[in-house]
């Protein structure tokens, strides 16, 4: 007897809160008996329960999720079971035939596993990246010549010299911009805790990276003020987001802290050491980062520690975390973090820094380590072969393992407007049009066309009301991902051939509502005349710019 499955086994599916799995089986011969699904959909809470007390306890995993559901039989041979996923989660299931007599009759692979995203992640997952120093209100007294000359004078004196920073009320006089009219819907925040003022500062105002207290916010992000703590100030700054309707996450630096840390004093012994004492630096792409030091996940009870830190943050009101450098922490440690956070926040979201990193890695801790999202490298991918080639990876990433985000530009690169500010909208649209799930983002600057590299070591000019800019570019972009079903989770995207070199075409077919083909020119000069298959759109349809509203000619 041979019985098979479908979807086939070992598929791999990424769906949302209030969608539901269609399992079916056939059995190749007529048979008295019954079908089940094994599975441990909707008993997150159980397998939490036992990754925790692994981590804890040193308790075994017994898989005490498991259970069977009986399928339909819908004909001779045939069998159904369609099985709402109620609830956030990764998990796995398989059928099999049970005859009247004998044992159970198993297809052929592996198992179904469906990983279960929040219902409020289906579409427009519009990231707008903040660096709050940045965001200073008062306008300098003093000609920039005149301020660099006088800290060079403190400089040599041996004085500490670190000019006024933005704060989180700074940041909520921008918001109606930010989240009002260019509609993004994730305020992400830099990290925001203590840095080295003194001892092991980096640059002029040292590295939000370089955390000395993972449970703390810097008091220069706010204002003196007897009646607000900066803690509470930063819970104005998260209240004011909500209100709007947005999410707002939080960069946490897990895999390091700064020079001088509470950890380094109280915990010297969780830090990584060469053999001669010495600290361990961690770094990317062949540069050391010198004022950071690098935490040591051998030790389990780190692993407790920091599970605590996502969840004082929950527990103030953050929704989610941007998890810089995550691909340096094992699978292991996030499977047990995300467990811990989500046995009483389900719907935390853990949007993963993994750039610089084996992207097996990336896809590992998608599937397996309890990570929504990752950074897609679109942003560093220039020429249509490298756009094309990233795509293909993001476009089966996204249906199998998890939403890949693509930002037109992280705190890591050039400005786009340093190139051109034509160049810059350009850049935004591509990363908007071709997302999954209206996964697209920018940092600030972008939308001023600010040209000088964000600098975290600084506190650089955004250029905020720059006469010209590409806001209104934004948020028409924002709101196409928003309204349009082609850019929400479950379209459907390929690639298309275009027949031209430096261009890339991607169709988005919802599963209702009109298909949209989205065609680039990656060359910033020259025109290119593209063409794709007959049969692959109507061509006697109405063809509209979406982004203009203008009927588009097509020949």
């Known amino acids: 007897?041979?019985?098979?499955?479908?979807?086939?086994?070992?598929?791999?599916?990424?769906?949302?809160?209030?969608?539901?799995?269609?399992?079916?089986?056939?059995?190749?011969?007529?048979?008295?008996?019954e079908a089940f699904v094994r599975c441990n959909l909707g008993r997150e809470a159980i397998r939490r329960r036992e990754v925790v007390a692994h981590t804890e306890n040193f308790e075994p995993i017994l898989a005490r999720d498991w259970h069977d559901i009986p399928m339909q039989r819908t004909g001779a041979g045939t069998f159904r079971a369609v099985l709402p996923l109620t609830s956030c989660g990764l998990y796995e299931a398989k059928a099999f035939f049970l005859p009247g007599k004998g044992t159970p009759v198993w297809p052929a692979g592996g198992n179904i596993l469906v990983k279960v995203e929040p219902d409020f992640t289906a579409g427009c997952l519009t990231v707008y990246t903040?660096?709050?120093?940045?965001?200073?209100?008062?306008?300098?007294?003093?000609?920039?010549?005149?301020?660099?000359?006088?800290?060079?004078?403190?400089?040599?004196?041996?004085?500490?010299?670190?000019?006024?920073s933005g704060t989180f009320r700074d940041v909520v006089r921008r918001l109606d911009t930010i989240l009002g009219v260019m509609g993004f819907r994730v305020v992400q925040l830099l990290p925001i805790h203590p840095v080295p003022t003194t001892f092991a500062r980096m640059g002029r105002f040292g590295s939000p990276f370089a955390a000395r207290d993972f449970l703390a916010v810097d008091p220069a992000l706010g204002e003196f003020d007897r009646r607000a703590t900066p803690m509470e100030q930063f819970q104005e700054l998260l209240d004011a987001v909500h209100a709007y309707g947005?999410?707002?996450?939080?960069?946490?630096?897990?895999?390091?802290?700064?020079?001088?840390?509470?950890?380094?004093q109280h915990h010297p012994e969780w830090f990584c050491r060469q053999d001669d004492g010495t600290f361990v630096n961690p770094g990317a792409w062949g540069v050391?980062?010198?004022?950071?030091?690098?935490?040591?996940?051998?030790?389990r009870e780190l692993w407790t520690y920091l599970a605590e830190v996502f969840l004082h943050w929950c527990r103030i009101g953050v929704d989610g975390f941007r998890c810089d450098a995550g691909y340096m922490l094992p699978v292991e440690v996030w499977q047990y973090i995300t467990a811990k956070v989500r046995q009483e926040f389900p719907d935390t979201v853990f949007l993963l820094e993994g750039l610089g990193g084996p992207l097996e890695v990336t896809e590992a801790l998608l599937a397996e380590g309890g990570l929504n999202w990752a950074y897609s490298e679109l942003f560093q991918s220039f020429t249509a072969g490298e756009i094309s080639r990233l795509l293909e990876d993001c476009i089966r990433i996204g249906r199998e393992r998890g939403v890949m985000v693509h930002f037109a530009e992280t705190h890591d690169n050039d400005r786009l407007a340093s190139v051109s500010r034509r160049f810059s909208r350009f850049r935004c649209a591509l990363c908007a049009l071709v997302s999954d799930a209206g996964a697209f983002g920018i940092t600030n600057g972008v939308e001023w066309y600010a040209e000088?590299?964000?600098?975290?070591?600084?506190?650089?000019?955004?250029?905020?009301?720059n006469a010209d800019n590409q806001v209104d570019h934004l948020a028409s972009l924002n709101r196409l991902l928003a309204e349009h079903p082609a850019f929400h989770a479950g379209a459907d995207l390929r690639l298309v051939a275009t027949g031209a070199v430096d261009t890339v075409g991607v169709l988005r077919a919802p599963r209702n509502g009109p298909e949209v083909l989205v065609l680039a020119n990656v060359h910033e000069t020259q025109t290119r005349e593209?063409?794709?298959?007959?049969?692959?759109?109507?061509?006697?349809?109405?063809?509209?710019?979406?982004?203009?509203?203008?009927r588009a000619a097509v020949h």
């Open 1 to 33: 007897m041979v019985v098979y499955q479908n979807p086939p086994c070992g598929k791999r599916l990424v769906c949302r809160r209030g969608d539901a799995v269609d399992i079916r089986l056939k059995v190749d011969r007529d048979t008295p008996g």
């Open 130 to 164: 903040l660096f709050p120093r940045q965001f200073a209100g008062a306008a300098a007294t003093h000609p920039a010549a005149e301020v660099g000359a006088a800290e060079a004078l403190l400089d040599g004196h041996g004085y500490t010299v670190i000019p006024a």
């Open 246 to 264: 947005a999410f707002l996450y939080l960069d946490i630096p897990a895999n390091h802290t700064g020079w001088a840390s509470i950890l380094q």
């Open 288 to 299: 050391v980062w010198e004022d950071l030091c690098k935490l040591d996940y051998r030790r």
């Open 452 to 465: 000088a590299k964000l600098d975290v070591h600084g506190a650089g000019p955004l250029g905020w009301g």
């Open 530 to 550: 593209v063409s794709w298959p007959p049969d692959l759109l109507p061509g006697e349809a109405p063809w509209v710019d979406l982004l203009s509203g203008h």
